[in-house]
């Protein structure tokens, strides 16, 4: 059974920095892809960023060049470096997970999905 946990969120300032984390457990490596997504008021889910086993990155472009993903040592962590916050970026930000999917940043593909952390940026 996958849990995703996210951690991170909370206010910031415009053009400042914060550090998502997501844990993950009951999760095999093998052909594994784990993903950022958000979704803001009255708007649908989005991709911001993916990952897969090969550590193969992909990024929505309204993030390139702010936004890092990455995976922690042990592979079962999950993180999103985001610097040069803009108030656009606010919303609620949730961990994927799934197998198979490369780099997908199609949300409907993902079948395992973590609570969501808020991100508020002003």
């Known amino acids: 059974h996958v849990q995703l946990v996210e951690s991170g969120g909370g206010p910031v300032q415009a053009g400042g920095s914060l550090r998502l984390s997501c844990a993950a457990s009951?999760?095999?490596?093998?052909?594994?892809?784990m993903g950022w997504f958000r979704q803001a008021p009255g708007k649908e889910r989005e991709g911001v960023a993916a990952i897969d086993s090969d550590g193969i990155a992909s990024y929505a472009d309204p993030v390139k060049g702010r936004f890092s993903i990455s995976q922690g040592n042990a592979e079962s962590t999950l993180f999103l470096q985001m610097n040069s916050l803009k108030p656009e970026d606010t919303a609620m930000y949730y961990c994927?997970?799934?197998?198979?999917?490369?780099?997908?940043?199609?949300?409907?593909?993902?079948?395992?999905w973590g609570q969501g952390t808020q991100v508020t940026v002003s």
């Open positions: 994927a997970a799934d197998y198979g999917l490369g780099t997908s940043l199609v949300a409907n593909e993902y079948n395992y």
């Open positions: 009951g999760y095999t490596d093998t052909g594994r892809c």
